[in-house]
């Protein structure tokens, strides 16, 4: 399982770091993908880290603010966010798939989801 954390309340133009760390498998072996739900708002990719050969995909809107690295030794994905908006208030998910899917915005095969963690950007 996934558990992602490190999200909070920040102001505009503020920077967060959000963890996902896995419980029972190793994650050197999956991509993960980070997710976001707003209110009233459907689940949106952000971004996806293929962990075998480190190959990165964002979405549109987090491109060059959002950084997804991996780290194998601490078994944990992280989603570095620099110059926050307040349209990215939402709640952030990591779950394991293919970051090819990923990219073609098909999301149905992602899976061992964990509970999310809330960023919030308001001044």
């Known amino acids: 399982q996934l558990q992602a954390s490190g999200g909070g309340l920040v102001q505009p133009g503020g920077s967060l770091r959000l963890s996902c760390a896995a419980s029972?498998?190793?994650?050197?072996?999956?991509?993960i993908g980070w997710f976001r739900q707003a209110p009233g708002k459907e689940r949106e990719g952000v971004s996806c880290i293929s962990n075998s050969d480190g190959s990165t995909y964002y979405a549109d809107s987090v491109k060059g603010r959002f950084t997804i690295s991996g780290d194998n030794a601490k078994n944990t994905v992280y989603l570095q966010m620099n110059s926050l908006k307040p349209e990215d208030t939402a709640v952030y998910y990591c779950a394991t798939g293919s970051c090819k899917d990923f990219y073609h915005n098909d999301y149905d095969g992602f899976g061992s989801w964990g509970q999310g963690t809330l960023v919030t950007v308001s001044s």
């Open positions: 029972g498998f190793t994650l050197r072996y999956y991509a």
